[in-house]
């Protein structure tokens, strides 16, 4: 019996307080995902009785082995009933794996929809939904607390009914065969159990904080290795060895506690083993020498005995992953029951054609948290194919602006339009389709780089791959790579300048052609050199298009037909460069002075 599986198992569950092992609620829900499978569960437990079967008729075979042909001498028979008891053998391996095959079968077809269930209701919820929650924990959601919802097939639930089956028919068999016996090797069972109890809490708490410390350790070590560099130019490696070697050691005395408890209770269950067989030789001694039981029903009980503690001390164990396995249900569902808040109306207008262009903001109102507005009564127009700026300091609502017009959150108040419908009357994929974002951050996948620039979509051919990179100039670092176009990006863009990572995703903006495109501080971070190349593709990007860029440095915004001036959360000013300039005074021209004397990186 492996104490110490549960260790590995949930080695990356958040902890909190584990509650119920059952509850009819949360097992209401998953009912969706087993009825799919439910003939597979249902021949799970019959497969599971029959081996319980099997197993209980072993111990009654070697008794009439011994009381009727052993111990009468009749050689003749045994024969037979030996090559009865190997048939049983066999049969228990066979169905055995017959039975495990199928529950994991099972397990993992449930864990299959669910995951797939989970991921797509991820896609669909909201930012907001994003902000309050961390990627690592929903990382859990998705592969661990699924994963532990599948031990609770495969260990939990099935096999505790299992046990129950096979203590019913011992202790039935035990009591048929001789109930005073019986009596004797079942009264040390509560004391099993409450043994049992008393270690289980405390293995279990002290794994939990085995866990704790691994948490802590793995946390430690993403941070400290992404940031090697920095703690050896900084010097810092002897101060982080030191943390690392705290952690480390506690993380070691929380295993030996855990360690601890769990010889002391296989010691402890071994000897209570021990006690129960010295009674049933005892008792049975007695009975036998005045002929009240047979010497064959003894080595039955010693048989009986050993495959009778085994589901005691594993059933609690069995409940330990069934608790598990409900904390991580009410996690799962929890997430599913997360309402998807912006979604495409009932009847939405779809853009069958390319939109002209034409946004318009209304009094808009917006922030992130309630009472908080980000964004003021913001009112402007833009015209079809009109290349607007938008400046201001860090924090004044630039990129809110740009979240709002494409539906990553929804204004508290007023409206925004695009061709002069509200854009929450759009069908989402249309509106995000017509509007394409360029962010600071080029993000990257792990795929080719032209899967990067098509993003797998099946109508973006490779010729428009081409033509787009062709079109931005990145079209020579691609070509310069030995499998271009198909040549890899590492993970996280690791492989590319700053420079070519913006060229790619400008790449992929123009082969998805939006009718309005955004660029938020898409130019703020490359060298002047690359910029000049970044210049001339941007000049590609938006001819024929309405343009919004959000802009770092100035200097691009020049050339914008008309500059918004943002200053916490409203609308201040606007104009081109040259009316902006001529306000002394105003917010533009400090924001411009400030910047060509060096003094501010706006
Ligand atoms: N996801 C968010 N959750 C809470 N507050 C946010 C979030 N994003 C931005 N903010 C806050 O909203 C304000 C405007 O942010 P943003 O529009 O990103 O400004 P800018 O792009 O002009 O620098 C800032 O005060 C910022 O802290
Ligand atoms: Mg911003």
Redesign the pocket.
């Given at each position: 019996m492996s104490h110490g599986s549960r260790r590995t198992t949930t080695s990356t569950h958040e902890e909190t307080a584990l509650g119920r092992a059952y509850d009819g609620r949360l097992m209401r829900k998953l009912w969706p995902f087993v009825r799919p499978h439910r003939a597979l569960v249902l021949l799970s437990l019959l497969l599971l009785v029959a081996v319980s079967a099997v197993q209980i008729a072993q111990p009654y075979i070697v008794k009439v082995a011994i009381d009727e042909y052993i111990l009468t001498r009749r050689a003749e028979g045994l024969i037979a009933l030996a090559g009865l008891f190997l048939c049983t053998l066999i049969a228990e391996f066979l169905l055995r794996f017959a039975q495990l095959y199928v529950m994991e079968k099972t397990g993992q077809n449930v864990v299959y929809d669910l995951r797939t269930a989970v991921f797509g209701h991820l896609q669909r919820l909201p930012?907001?939904f994003f902000?309050k929650n961390p990627v690592g924990r929903l990382m859990t959601r998705v592969t661990s607390d699924i994963e532990s919802l599948n031990e609770a097939f495969t260990s939990g639930l099935v096999l505790i009914l299992a046990d129950l089956v096979k203590l019913v028919g011992i202790v039935a068999i035990l009591l048929w065969m001789d109930w005073r016996l019986a009596l004797v090797t079942c009264a040390i069972v509560p004391l099993m159990i409450a043994v049992t109890w008393w270690f289980r809490v405390r293995m279990r708490a002290a794994y939990r904080e085995v866990r704790r410390k691994v948490a802590q350790l793995n946390a430690f070590l993403q941070e400290n290795v992404s940031g090697m560099r920095l703690i050896q130019l900084f010097g810092r490696e002897q101060d982080n060895l030191d943390q690392f070697d705290a952690i480390n050691r506690q993380h070691r005395d929380a295993e030996l506690t855990g360690v601890r408890y769990e010889s002391a209770f296989s010691a402890i269950a071994e000897m209570l083993g021990s006690i129960t067989l010295a009674a049933i030789l005892w008792a049975s001694g007695w009975r036998i020498l005045a002929g009240a039981t047979t010497f064959g029903t003894l080595v039955a009980f010693i048989e009986y005995a050993s495959k009778f503690f085994q589901p005691v001390q594993q059933l609690s164990q069995r409940y330990a992953v069934m608790q598990a396995a409900m904390a991580s249900s009410e996690r799962i569902f929890a997430l599913l029951d997360t309402d998807v808040v912006i979604r495409s109306p009932q009847r939405p207008r779809r853009l069958e054609h390319r939109p002209r262009g034409e946004i318009g903001f209304e009094s808009v109102t917006f922030?992130?948290?309630p009472g908080e507005p980000?964004l003021s009564d913001v009112t402007f127009r833009i015209n079809p194919g009109e290349r607007i700026a938008v400046v201001?300091?860090?924090?004044?609502?630039?990129?809110?602006?740009i979240?709002l017009l494409v539906r990553l959150y929804d204004v508290w108040d007023g409206r925004i339009t695009l061709d002069g419908t509200d854009v929450r009357e759009y069908e989402l994929a249309d509106l995000r389709r017509a509007v394409g974002v360029v962010l600071q951050e080029p993000f990257l996948f792990a795929d080719t780089l032209g899967g990067n620039i098509s993003l797998g979509d099946p109508r973006i051919d490779d010729q428009t791959v081409r033509a787009a990179a062709r079109a931005v100039r990145a079209d020579r670092f691609i070509e310069a790579m030995p499998a271009g176009y198909r040549a890899p990006v590492l993970e996280r863009g690791a492989n590319l300048s700053v420079g070519e990572k913006q060229l790619l995703t400008f790449a992929r903006a123009l082969a998805f052609d939006p009718a309005v495109l955004v660029l938020?501080?898409a130019t703020a971070s490359v060298d002047p050199e690359t910029e000049g190349a970044i210049e001339k593709a941007l000049d590609t990007l938006l001819t024929d298009r309405t343009s919004i860029i959000?802009a770092h440095r100035l200097a691009t915004v020049r050339r914008a037909d008309r500059i918004l001036v943002?200053h916490q959360?409203r609308l201040r000013e606007q104009g081109n460069h040259t009316e902006l300039m001529r306000h002394e005074g105003g917010i533009y021209r400090a924001l411009y002075d400030l910047q060509t004397a060096g003094l501010a990186d706006v």
């Open positions: 930012s907001s902000d922030g992130y948290a980000v201001g300091w860090t924090g004044s609502g630039k990129s809110t602006l979240r938020d501080e959000i943002l959360g």
